[in-house]
């Protein structure tokens, strides 16, 4: 089974940015979507952002969209999210996944795999 590693968390002030990073542990990461998914305090978790196996196309939750970005690196089998404009809203452990069979993208069921979370924590 795939090992996902997340890193990149930490604390900022509203307004400021962050870029988390995360890292698949097989060789088949290139054949795979890929994934962020958040889970605020108390809530449970949500879609943030997905990407397609060659990186071409890339789905967003309306709460990040404009903010945030999704990108990959299939040579290195790493996907990151960089995220700009935090808001208090967005503090939350986030998740990186893998999408693991043919149904809808921003339901975590249809992710198998999943790394172990990153805080991030905006602070107002």
């Known amino acids: 089974q795939v090992q996902l590693v997340e890193s990149g968390g930490g604390l900022v002030q509203t307004g400021g940015s962050l870029r988390l990073s995360c890292a698949a542990s097989?060789?088949?990461?290139?054949?795979?979507?890929m994934g962020w998914f958040r889970q605020p305090p108390g809530k449970e978790r949500e879609f943030v952002a997905a990407?397609?196996?060659?990186?071409?196309?890339?789905y967003y939750a309306d709460s990040v969209k404009g903010r945030f970005t999704i990108s990959r690196d299939n040579a290195k089998s790493t996907v990151a999210l960089q995220m700009n404009s935090l808001k208090p809203d967005d503090t939350a452990v986030y998740y990186c996944?893998?999408?693991?069979?043919?149904?809808?993208?921003?339901?975590?069921?249809?992710?198998?795999?999943w790394g172990q979370g990153t805080q991030v924590t905006v602070s107002s």
């Open positions: 996944a893998r999408k693991e069979n043919n149904g809808i993208y921003y339901y975590p069921s249809n992710f198998g795999s």
């Open positions: 097989e060789r088949t990461f290139s054949s795979y979507m």
């Open positions: 990407i397609g196996a060659s990186g071409r196309n890339t």
